[in-house]
């Protein structure tokens, strides 16, 4: 079952990338078995998106050029993976010097918005001690499923014994700079905390 369910992460996430004209096509197939942690890319910009914020606010990633921006994938009712990404995000926010932190954005994108409305999105992040490190989109389908093709996430919906559901996904975070550039992908097994401030700092720095 693991095995079908990585083989359809895989084929949907080749669908996404040759819907948007394969891109990145190589650099994520690099990125799954990369030895090193941060894997450069080529800063071609982000396709620009409009979601909602924690507070049902409307944000345009546009409207937020002149920071650095961690994108993350991750939903609120994952019971592993998603909450250990996030921890180490926030501890990557937390190493950084204040005039850094003051230019740096941690972006985490659902892919449950059946699930995660801004007001569960909001208490998750109350719940966790991530109020006010991250900022955490969410939406209708209609306007994540854009996004998730853009960045290359597959999402598969698990249905559970009991009725419920997990989302299996790919786990990846993206690094963009100031002026909306991805720069970097990063499997979230190889997140570091340390590391990745480091790079942070620099990225700011220019």
Not at 72 to 90: A, G, M, W
Not at 108 to 134: K, S
Not at 136 to 144: I, R
Request: glycine share 6%.
């Amino acid at each position: 079952m693991l095995r079908r369910i990585r083989i359809t992460l895989w084929v949907l996430a080749i669908v996404a990338l040759i819907g948007t004209g394969g891109v990145y096509a190589v650099r994520w197939y690099q990125a799954q078995r990369a030895i090193e942690w941060a894997l450069e890319l080529d800063g071609r910009p982000a396709p620009d998106f409009t979601l909602l914020d924690q507070t049902g606010k409307t944000v345009r990633l546009s409207s937020l050029e002149g920071h650095a921006f961690i994108v993350t994938f991750v939903y609120t009712s994952c019971p592993d993976t998603c909450p250990l990404t996030l921890r180490k995000l926030v501890a990557t926010y937390q190493r950084l010097p204040q005039n850094v932190r003051n230019q740096v954005h941690i972006i985490a994108i659902t892919v449950d918005p059946e699930r995660d409305t801004p007001t569960r999105v909001q208490q998750y992040l109350q719940a966790n001690g991530f109020e006010n490190q991250i900022l955490y989109l969410t939406g209708d389908p209609s306007a994540l499923e854009p996004v998730w093709a853009d960045f290359a996430i597959a999402v598969v919906r698990q249905p559970l014994a009991d009725g419920q559901y997990e989302v299996a996904h790919t786990t990846v975070s993206y690094i963009l700079d100031s002026e909306r550039r991805i720069r970097y992908l990063i499997r979230d097994e190889a997140l570091d905390p340390e590391r990745l401030a480091g790079l942070l700092e620099r990225l700011v720095a220019g």
